[in-house]
C-alpha cells in the first residue's frame, strides 16, 4: 500500500513556529582614526642639523677666501728690520720709526707690495764684534766693509758695478759698498730701490716676479729700505732674493742675498747674518 501522504502546511504556520530574534543592540558612534603624530622633536632638530651645515659652509668660505686671496707672509719677514751704520756692528735695540712705502703687500707677476712690519735688529755705534752662527766667519773685505759669510764661500773680485760676490752652491751674497750717490739716486732708499738699484733689474725686466715686504725703514738717522723677491732668471731658474739698500754717509750700500726659490730659509738665513754683521770700515 502507498504510504500516507501528509498533509502540506501553510508557509504561514512556518513562520510562527520560528523563535523570534533578539533585537540588536544600537551601534555607538563611530571612532575616527587619528593620524599619527609626527615626533615632536624632529622640527627642532632638523633646524639644528640645518645652521650646522650653514655654519661648516661659512667656514670653508672664509678658509677658502683666505687661502686664495689673503697676502702670503713669506718665511722670515718677521725676522726684524736690517741694521748696520759706519764704524757700527748691529744689534738688538729699540724700536725704530718705520715709514711703510707701500701698503698692501700682495703678489704677483711684476708687483710690490709691503708688510709694514716693525724690526728689532737695530745699528749700534759699538764696534764690538757680532756673534755669528756657527758656520759663519766674518770677512775684512778690501773694498772696505765687513760682513759675515758661511765659512766655506769663495769671493769673486768687483766686477764694472762694484759688485762683491761671495757665494757657493747656488747661493750668493752679493754686496755693492757705496758706488751710488744719494745726490744721483735721491734721498728716499725705497724709491732707489723700486726704480734706480741695479741689483733689482732682473726682478724689473722679468715676466715672471713677485715681492712683498717691500718697505722704509728710518733708525735716527740711518735711512734703510728693504724687500723680498722673486724672479726667473735668464736661465729658467727662480730665484728668491733678500734686499737691502741704505744710506751711508751719503751713499747707497746694497746687500743682496740670493738662491734657489724652494730654498727661502736658507736665503733669509745668509741675508740676516750679513746685514747683523755688515760694517763700512772708516
Known amino acids: 500500500m502507498p504510504p500516507e501522504r501528509t498533509a502540506r502546511r501553510p508557509v504561514e504556520s512556518w513562520e510562527e513556529d520560528r523563535p523570534a530574534r533578539v533585537p540588536r543592540a544600537p551601534k555607538g558612534p563611530r571612532v575616527l582614526r587619528e593620524p599619527p603624530r609626527r615626533d615632536e622633536g624632529a622640527s627642532p632638530r632638523r633646524l639644528g642639523r640645518l645652521l650646522l651645515v650653514l655654519i661648516l659652509l661659512l667656514l670653508a668660505a672664509a678658509v677658502a677666501y683666505a ?3 689673503m697676502p702670503k707672509q713669506e718665511p722670515g719677514t718677521d725676522s726684524g728690520a736690517p741694521g748696520s751704520a759706519t764704524g757700527s756692528a748691529a744689534s738688538r735695540g729699540p724700536q725704530p720709526s718705520e715709514s711703510a712705502g707701500e701698503s698692501g703687500g700682495t703678489e704677483g707677476t711684476g708687483g710690490t707690495g709691503g708688510t709694514g712690519d716693525t724690526g728689532s735688529q737695530q745699528p749700534q755705534t759699538s764696534r764690538s764684534a ?16 765687513e760682513v759675515g759669510v758661511p765659512e766655506d764661500w769663495q769671493r769673486s773680485p768687483a766686477n764694472a758695478d762694484r759688485q762683491i760676490r761671495y757665494g757657493s752652491d747656488g747661493f750668493t751674497l752679493l754686496v755693492v759698498p757705496g ?23 732682473p726682478f724689473r725686466d722679468s715676466s715672471w716676479s713677485s715681492s712683498s715686504g717691500v718697505r722704509r725703514v728710518d733708525v735716527g738717522r740711518q735711512a734703510m729700505a728693504e724687500g723680498q723677491f ?16 741704505m744710506i751711508v754717509d ?10 734657489p726659490e724652494s730654498e727661502r730659509d736658507r736665503v733669509t738665513e745668509i741675508y740676516e747674518q750679513a746685514i747683523a754683521s755688515y760694517r763700512v770700515n772708516a
Open 230 to 245: 722673486t724672479w726667473q732668471e735668464s736661465g729658467g731658474r727662480e730665484v728668491y732674493v733678500r734686499n737691502l739698500a
Open 250 to 259: 751719503g751713499r747707497y750700500h746694497v746687500i743682496q742675498a740670493i738662491g
Open 179 to 201: 758706488r751710488d750717490t744719494v745726490k744721483a739716486g735721491g734721498g728716499d732708499p725705497l724709491a732707489y730701490q723700486r726704480d734706480k738699484e741695479r741689483e733689482l733689474q
Open 130 to 145: 757680532v756673534a755669528l752662527a756657527p758656520g759663519y766667519a766674518l770677512r775684512k773685505d778690501a773694498e772696505g766693509f
Open 67 to 69: 687661502v686664495m686671496f
